[in-house]
Nanobody, 113 residues
Framework: QVQLVESGGGLVQPGGSLRLSCAAS????????MGWYRQAPGKQRELVAR?????RTYYKDSVRGRFTISNAENTVYLQMNNLKPEDTAVYYC?????????WGQGTQVTVSS
């Protein structure tokens, strides 16, 4: 049974940093592309970063250079630096595409002064 549990969100001032974690049980990383998504109020969920089993990464233009996706064992991380108010959203991890496994509860990131 696949379970995705995100953590690490919180309230941070603009320019601050957070590290999100996603404990992914039941997913074989070597067989899947893993991604971090986010959903802001009133907007659709969007992919912000993905990581292939071979280590190739992709980032949404607005986060490239500020966010870094990585993984270790069964956990996917998203290091977020120089956060901006427009990064405020609920962040989720899942495979890419994200239509195979159930979504977790996500973790709220709020960037505000």
């Amino acid at each position: 049974q696949v379970q995705l549990v995100e953590s690490g969100g919180g309230l941070v001032q603009p320019g601050g940093s957070l590290r999100l974690s996603c404990a992914a049980s039941g997913i074989i990383f070597s067989s899947n592309v893993m991604g971090w998504y986010r959903q802001a109020p009133g907007k659709q969920r969007e992919l912000v970063a993905r990581l292939t089993s071979g280590g190739r990464t992709y980032y949404k233009d607005s986060v490239r250079g500020r966010f870094t996706i990585s993984n270790a064992e069964n956990t996917v991380y998203l290091q977020m630096n120089n956060l901006k108010p427009e990064d405020t959203a609920v962040y989720y991890c899942n495979t890419v595409p994200g239509d195979i496994y159930p979504w977790g509860q996500g973790t709220q990131v709020t960037v505000s002064s």
